[in-house]
């Protein structure tokens, strides 16, 4: 079975100061596509950023960006000049066979004022 | 254009009842998914729609079920509840049916407690 992997359940990091979470994945594909979701509160799962594995250059979103070592089958997310607002729990997953999402299990983080 | 929704968003049932869940994805999307969260076990996929054909399933007993309707509205079902499912229902519309190609847009979500 696919996994993703997030060894970090939970992150702390100062307003406007930047964090990465971590991620690590399993898969004998050579074509695949990799996303960080968000969920804050409130339960709603909102898509950070994604990746497309064929391409090299790492996918950024205005203040999130990731690191995807396609090799070492790692795709971190990092957040700058984090806000109040990025408090929520971060997912990690692998897009698999029709649609179907694996996650990992999660990183808790939480921001300091 | 309206989010995916979901009904009921909060829900008490028994042991041993049934219950079903709906979920109406955004308009021109014809995948739906549907995802169980627990504290323990995390998010775990439990089917996928597409066209109204279950296209994949994962690894949960028969009594979750779904459907798919022709304008694309789901619902999942789960008969002779257990304790343990009480969870956070999912679900997640995308426009495109390819192998992990399209973004999926999640629902709010059903809190289902099983007494």
């Known amino acids: 079975a696919q996994t993703v992997t997030q060894s970090q359940p939970e992150m702390s990091v100062q307003e406007a100061e930047t964090v990465t979470l971590s991620c690590t994945y399993d898969?004998?594909?050579?074509?695949?596509?990799l996303f960080w979701y968000k969920q804050p509160p409130s339960r709603q799962m909102i898509l950070v950023i994604r990746?497309?594995?064929?391409?090299?250059q790492n996918a950024t979103e205005n203040r999130f960006s990731v690191n995807f070592q396609k090799a070492a089958k790692s795709f971190s997310l990092k957040i700058s000049d984090s806000q109040l607002g990025d408090a929520a729990m971060y997912f990690c997953?692998?897009?698999?066979?029709?649609?179907?999402?694996?996650f990992g299990g999660g990183t808790r983080l939480m921001v300091k004022p | 254009k309206a989010g995916v929704t979901q009904t009921p968003r909060y829900l008490i049932k028994t042991r041993g009842q049934q219950v079903t869940l709906s979920c109406s994805p955004i308009?021109?999307?014809?995948?739906v998914s549907w995802y169980q969260q627990t504290p323990g076990q995390g998010l775990q996929f439990l089917f996928e729609?597409?066209?109204?054909?279950?296209?994949n399933k994962g690894n949960f007993p028969g009594r979750f079920s779904g459907r798919q309707f022709s304008n694309s509205r789901s619902e999942m079902n789960v008969s002779t509840l257990e304790l343990g499912d009480s969870a956070l229902y999912l679900c997640?519309?995308?426009?495109?049916?390819?192998?992990?190609?399209?973004?999926?847009?999640f629902g709010p979500g059903t809190r289902l407690t099983v007494l």
């Open positions: 898969t004998s594909e050579s074509d695949y596509y």
């Open positions: 308009s021109g999307h014809r995948s």
């Open positions: 997953a692998k897009g698999d066979a029709g649609n179907m999402l694996t």
């Open positions: 729609y597409f066209s109204e054909t279950q296209r």
């Open positions: 997640a519309s995308s426009v495109l049916g390819t192998s992990g190609r399209s973004e999926q847009f």
């Open positions: 990746q497309e594995a064929y391409k090299q």
